[in-house]
């Protein structure tokens, strides 16, 4: 029904149709009608090119040009290649006379052509290949950024042009330039912020190799650049590793007394009940998810096993060797009322960054179902936890090593894979995952596509039980332990509060000074650890914990260590693994302790190394490499040039003269160091050497001027 110029506007404003909406609506028709009449005279151009082509480009010469796109791309496109083909023969392959196609077309056909179509054409001819970003999009417009030149356009929002896109999409393309908006020219295809890397790290790759531009190499290398961009994004970029599954099957002698048994046990939940089966799910790390975007929250928690009780048998499984062991010591109790049938162990190989974990939600009432996978994903992105794409750096230490741009990359790839998955499933949906919470913390720019912008928050909170929790540990809350160890009020509530203050106290009552100071110190660190590691049970402090809280964690914490705190933190955790083991909660005391053992001798020699390195210190605050130069200056040492780096070791020679070969783990880079005279004894294959390094005047070398920690890395 169409509206007159006097009757009431549809919008429900009350005015006349003439004084309201009309003008809008004739815009938006104007605007529809120039678009449809651009893609029309575009298709007709496309046409007229393609037939110019074809019409030189014989059997015996299109053919072989296929094949050679095809290999070029490695097949990646299969049987779906010929749009892409085409588009390469149109605007990229350069011919024996030197020419691209639009560019022969042009010059052969440009005075045939009308007026505007010649327009088009030489628009077309000046187009060059782009790396692009959706970097924001409001209902009208999508801003596309260059991610060369940085510079930013504006894109109509269309079916034909670029319609709803995921946060951050990516794509190889040309745009035309249209008054003050672009239009994408021809084919292309919209993916992952991944594949905007790996494109561009094949660019950079080609520019080294051939001295050519950007521009240049995504012409005349443009098939190779369209297959990394479309190769699969999801690739590993580290080995690969086993993950055992662990399967129990039990015969069930007395099924009443088993049955009872598992109903009453707080660590096991019973997801469903019928005359078949009775499944129970073992859950951990139970956690609250808050979103200031909907009224309510979801409950999300970790599946560590499953126990199935189907006719006369028990099923377990687990990806969990320890959460095993303690459902064998669970079983202990009824162990007349079951018989083992078999004990299967079931190994797969993934990648390296993959973590097998499964996870559960529940979203309280109000709250979209799609909120399940939000906070199943932010219970997985913690700040701290290393990324093995990125040197098993975590977004934190990204952003304090001055690598804000990885940490950036890692969040758009979550942001686009995360909000894919949701629409896959759900549709589009009203409100957005939260990546403004992380980023605000990390001190990074929001993202656009964050519904609620910089006024959105959410969090995780805690709600877990400690499992096994020994209600014999009675600790008063008004304990001067507390205010000695450091606790703040948030973390008198931690999983490991009473557990830490029942240990220092055991250990420390009635003792001299010394034993009470170092415990005290110690435990402090221990404790540093837990809450930096973001850990909320006794169960995540498995073994690669305890390796990396020696190794890494704390003595990263000190800028100097001696060799008697290395004494006095092995002592503790010694302790400490023996203690938990005690009251069933973490049961890794012999594999601790060899851990220990193991490391002691390379901590010592850390302590060591810092001994005979270390000459001045300056304040962290104020420490830069302009400072450290003055300080060089007055040192009198001649130093050419500064650069600052994370070097592991991997080669050591005696009789190197104090030279050690190392890898730059920032850069990527192997760098020979020397170090000063009686220190290669105390260096290692895999020490870390976080350090400045001054290149002499006189010998052109590299060596230390300044360390600033040392850590051991475990692969």
Excluded at 317 to 341: A, G
Excluded at 439 to 447: D, F, T
Excluded at 510 to 523: D, H, P, S
Excluded at 657 to 665: F, P, Q
Aim: charged share 30%.
């Amino acid at each position: 029904m169409t509206v007159g110029r006097n009757d009431p506007c549809s919008c429900g404003s009350g005015k006349k149709y003439k004084k309201c909406c009309m003008k809008k609506d004739q815009m938006a028709e104007l605007k529809m009608f120039k678009e449809e009449k651009f893609y029309k005279q575009k298709e007709a151009l496309v046409a007229k090119l393609n037939e110019f082509l074809l019409a030189y480009l014989t059997l015996n010469i299109y053919a072989p040009l296929e094949t050679e796109f095809n290999r070029r791309t490695n097949n990646i496109f299969e049987k779906n290649s010929k749009g892409f083909f085409l588009f390469w023969l149109h605007f990229f392959k350069q011919y024996d006379n030197g020419l691209r196609g639009i560019e022969w077309f042009l010059a052969e056909e440009g005075n045939r052509l009308s007026h505007e179509e010649k327009e088009m054409a030489e628009r077309w001819a000046n187009m060059k290949p782009q790396l692009l970003q959706v970097v924001n999009q409001t209902n009208e417009m999508v801003t596309v950024m260059d991610c060369y030149s940085r510079k930013s356009c504006q894109l109509p929002k269309s079916k034909q042009n670029i319609p709803h896109v995921l946060p951050w999409t990516s794509t190889l393309g040309l745009l035309e330039p249209v008054n003050d908006v672009y239009y994408f020219n021809g084919i292309r295809a919209l993916v992952s912020p991944r594949a905007l890397t790996n494109a561009k790290q094949l660019v950079e790759e080609k520019v080294a190799e051939t001295n050519l531009d950007h521009e240049q190499v995504m012409i005349d290398y443009y098939p190779e650049v369209l297959a990394a961009f479309h190769m699969n994004d999801t690739k590993s970029f580290n080995n690969e590793k086993e993950v055992t599954v662990y399967n129990y099957r039990y015969k069930l002698l007395e099924k009443n007394v088993v049955e009872e048994y598992l109903a009453e046990d707080p660590n096991l939940t019973l997801d469903q009940s019928n005359t078949k089966q009775n499944l129970f799910i073992w859950l951990s790390d139970t956690g609250i998810y808050e979103d200031n975007q909907v009224n309510g929250e979801v409950l999300v928690a970790k599946v560590n096993a499953t126990i199935k009780i189907e006719e006369e048998n028990l099923y377990f499984s687990s990806y969990d060797q320890r959460i095993t062991e303690l459902f064998t010591n669970k079983l202990k109790p009824i162990d007349k009322s079951i018989e083992l049938l078999e004990d299967k162990k079931e190994t797969m190989t993934v990648s390296n960054d993959f973590e097998m974990q499964q996870l559960v939600a529940n979203p309280s009432e109000n709250v979209p179902n799609y909120f399940s996978v939000y906070a199943q994903t932010m219970s997985l992105l913690k700040l701290d936890e290393p990324i093995p794409e990125y040197g098993h750096q975590s977004l934190r230490e990204l952003v304090q090593n001055d690598k804000k741009d990885l940490a950036e990359n890692w969040l758009r790839k979550m942001e686009y894979e995360l909000t894919k998955v949701v629409e896959e499933h759900f549709g589009k949906v009203e409100i957005s995952p939260d990546f403004n919470t992380p980023r605000k913390e990390l001190g990074l720019p929001i993202s656009p596509f964050v519904t609620g912008g910089e006024e959105r928050v959410s969090r995780l909170n805690s709600a877990t039980v400690a499992e096994n929790q020994d209600h014999n540990i009675s600790i008063d809350m008004d304990s001067p332990a507390y205010e000695t160890l450091g606790f703040t009020n948030k973390m008198v509530t931690a999983f490991y509060a009473k557990d830490i203050i029942a240990f220092y106290q055991e250990k420390t009552d009635g003792k001299a000074k010394t034993t009470e100071r170092k415990y005290r110190n110690t435990i402090k660190d221990i404790i540093d650890v837990l809450e930096i590691r973001a850990i909320t049970s006794w169960e995540q402090c498995d073994l690669k914990f305890w390796e990396r809280l020696l190794t890494e964690d704390i003595i990263r914490m000190y800028s100097y260590i001696t060799k008697s705190y290395v004494k006095a933190i092995i002592t503790t955790v010694k302790a400490l693994a023996k203690w938990l083991a005690q009251h069933e909660k973490v049961m890794l005391e012999k594999e601790i302790n060899q851990i220990a053992k193991k490391y002691e001798p390379t901590m010592t020699k850390i302590a060591q190394l810092w001994d005979s390195e270390m000459t001045f210190q300056i304040p962290e605050e104020t420490l830069s490499k302009e400072v450290l130069m003055e300080k060089l200056v007055e040192r009198d040492e001649n130093i050419a040039e500064i650069e600052k780096g994370s070097f592991k070791v991997i080669e050591v020679n005696e009789n190197s003269e104090n030279k050690v070969r190392t890898v730059n783990t920032d850069i990527n880079k192997e760098q020979t160091v020397t170090l000063k005279e009686g220190s290669i004894p105390f260096v290692e294959k895999g020490m870390v050497l976080v350090m400045y390094i001054g290149k002499e005047e006189t010998t052109n070398t590299w060596k230390n001027v300044y360390l600033e920690s040392i850590y051991f890395h475990i692969d």
